[in-house]
T-cell receptor, first 115, second 116 residues
């Protein structure tokens, strides 16, 4: 069966440390993998997108890796801050680009950064 | 850029009534919009894909006669929950993607529906 799993429901870390979130999938062949941030009672906000032929993508304190052999993506937040506390969702894009995106979302990992 | 709004943000209604939720792209034209539903601690579940000027495409298990979608213009899509029941209580979120974009979606703030 097809599954997308995010390693843990919750992750607690100390301010200043690096948060690492994991997204694993089975029986999918996504062209892209996307990461979103969702705050309570709000819609998700797009963070990063990585293509199947890219190993790593960075944006400020964020870094995403994509290993299509392991069927895994890692999402890192360096020098974490309490303001980074939120739920982070990974999403598989099965439509090989274009605007007709068919995204399959994981349940998310709730990150809490303690001061 | 790429801002999506939703209205209302919260609605409480009696069982059996119909509720309309609006989704607007404020600063771009969205030929395609998506409607999701999210239950507590669950992932976003795609309900339907809405294309401007044509019928929506519903995901398996989503009743098209219960969840009416209209995408009459390039900036507005509406979702009407007809004859709502308590089990329809959920967080409804719309999104849109940019034509020619990379595939990322821009989400509205969501609508919390509570059916009594």
């Amino acid at each position: 069966s097809q599954k997308i799993e995010q390693n843990s429901e919750a992750l607690n870390i100390q301010e200043g440390k690096t948060a690492t979130l994991t997204c694993n999938y089975t029986n999918y062949s996504p062209a892209y993998l996307q990461w979103y941030r969702q705050d309570p009672g709000r819609g998700p906000v797009f963070l990063l997108l990585i293509r199947e032929n890219e190993k790593e993508k960075r944006k400020e304190r964020l870094k995403v890796t994509f290993d299509t052999t392991l069927k895994q993506s890692l999402f890192h937040i360096t020098a974490s801050q309490p303001a980074d506390s939120a739920t982070y969702l990974c999403a598989l894009d099965l439509n090989y680009g274009g605007s007709q995106g068919n995204l399959i979302f994981g349940k998310g990992t709730k990150l809490s950064v303690k001061p | 850029g790429a801002v999506v709004s939703q209205h209302p943000s919260r609605v409480i209604c009696k069982s059996g009534t119909s509720v309309k939720i609006e989704c607007r792209s404020l600063d771009f034209q969205a030929t395609t919009m998506f409607w999701y539903r999210q239950f507590p601690k669950q992932s976003l579940m795609l309900m339907a894909t809405s294309n401007e000027g044509s019928k929506a495409t519903y995901e398996q298990g989503v009743e098209k006669d219960k969840f009416l979608i209209n995408h009459a213009s390039l900036t507005l899509s509406t979702l009407t929950v007809t004859s709502a029941h308590p089990e329809d209580s959920s967080f409804y979120i719309c999104s849109a993607s940019l034509a020619g974009g990379r595939g990322e979606q821009f989400f509205g703030p969501g609508t919390r529906l509570t059916v009594l």
